[in-house]
C-alpha cells in the first residue's frame, strides 16, 4: 500500500486508551498513522472515525509479524517521523502468585513488543534519512517500586533501561529517543483489574494525557524533551 502524506506515524496500542487518544492527536495534525493493535475489532472502529488511521491487527511480540508490518510500511511514501510505543499488559497481586506463563505474557506484551518495534522503526527511519523521535510510553511504575506490581514494575523498569541505553546509543544520529512516565489513566487496562471507585475517579483523562505528550514534542532548534512525566492532579 502506498500513502501519499506529508508526514506519517507509528502508534502501538492504539485500540483504545492513551494509544487511541494519541491516534486521534496526531490525525488533527496532519500525521496519517499506521495504527497497531491486538484487537482489529477496535482498529476498525478507530479507522471508520478517522480516514487518516490505517489498522493493523499485530502479535507485537511475534518478531515475524512486526517484520512483515514494516515491510508493508516502508512502501508508504512519506516518512515516518514519529513512533509510539504504548502498547502493554498488566498482572497485580502479591508475590508469589505469579506463575510463569503470566510472567512470560508480560515480558512478551511489554519488554519484548518494545525492543522489536523500536529495532524495526530504528532501520525504517535510517533508510529515510530524515529526522525522527521514538516515544516510548511507560508508567510511573518504571520510577518507583509499588505494593503487589512487583512483576509489573520490572517490566516497566526494564523499558526505562532499555530506553535510557538507547537514547545513549542513538546519540549521534537524527534519530530522538523521549521516555514517558504517566500515572494512572482512566483506560480499560485499569478498569480491567477491578481498581476501586474512589481511587479510579481521580485518574488522569487520556486525552489530556496525550495532549500533555504532543505539547512535549513540539520540534525546537537547540533542545527537545527527553523525558516526560505526567502525574495526577491533587483533589
Known sequence: MSVVENKNAIVTGAGSGLGSALTAQLTTQGYHVAALGRTESKLEKLAAKYKQVTPFQVDLSCEKDVKQIFSTLANWQAPFTKVFCCAGSGKFGPIGEYNQAAIQQMVNDNLLSMMLIVQAAIGLMCRQHTPGVLINVMSSAAQIGKTNETVYCAMKWGCRGFTEALRAELADTNIKVVGVYPSGMKTDF???????????????????????????????????????VINKQKR
Open 190 to 228: 485499569w478498569q480491567a483489574h477491578s481498581v476501586n471507585h474512589d481511587q479510579y475517579s481521580h485518574y488522569m483523562n487520556p486525552d489530556e494525557v496525550a495532549s500533555v505528550i504532543m505539547a512535549n514534542l513540539q520540534e525546537m532548534h537547540s533542545c527537545y524533551t527527553a523525558d516526560i
